[in-house]
C-alpha cells in the first residue's frame, strides 16, 4: 500500500499549482484524507482534509485560497492551491485513513515540495 504525490514545484507569489495524490496497493477502505506541510524547525501541519462523505476542513492559514477534492473512485485526493504566499513554501504530505489486510491507520506519501518565490 502507498501513497504517490505529484505536483509540486517553483511558482511565483499569487499563482496555483495543484497537488494530487494516488492511493494504489490492497486497500480495503479509505476514509479521512488529507494535507500536512512540514517547514523545518516547525511542527508538521494540517493543510487540509476531506471525509469520505466529502466534508472538508482547511487550516486557518489557507481558507479561501486552498481547495480539497477527491475522487473515492480512483482512490486519490487532490489540492487545488490559488493566491500562493511564500509562506506556503513547505514540503507538502498525503495522507490518508485506511483499512488494508496489515489494519487500519495512517499512511503518508513521500512529501513534494512546493516553493513559493520570485
Known amino acids: 500500500v502507498q501513497l504517490v504525490e505529484s505536483g509540486g514545484g517553483l511558482v511565483q507569489p499569487g499563482g496555483s499549482l495543484r497537488l494530487s495524490c494516488a492511493a494504489s496497493?490492497?486497500?480495503?477502505?479509505?476514509?479521512?484524507m488529507g494535507w500536512y506541510r512540514h517547514v523545518p524547525g516547525k511542527l508538521r501541519e494540517l493543510v487540509a482534509g476531506i471525509t469520505s462523505s466529502g466534508r472538508t476542513n482547511y487550516g486557518d492559514s489557507v481558507k479561501g485560497r486552498f481547495t480539497i477534492s477527491r475522487d473515492n473512485a480512483k482512490n486519490t485526493v487532490d489540492l487545488q492551491m490559488n493566491s500562493l504566499k511564500p509562506e506556503d513554501t513547505a514540503v507538502y504530505y498525503c495522507?490518508?485513513?485506511?483499512?488494508?489486510?496489515?489494519?487500519?491507520?495512517?499512511?503518508w506519501g513521500q512529501g513534494t515540495q512546493v516553493t513559493v518565490s520570485s
Open positions: 496497493g490492497s486497500i480495503f477502505s479509505i476514509y479521512a
Open positions: 495522507n490518508a485513513h485506511m483499512a488494508t489486510p496489515q489494519g487500519t491507520g495512517d499512511y
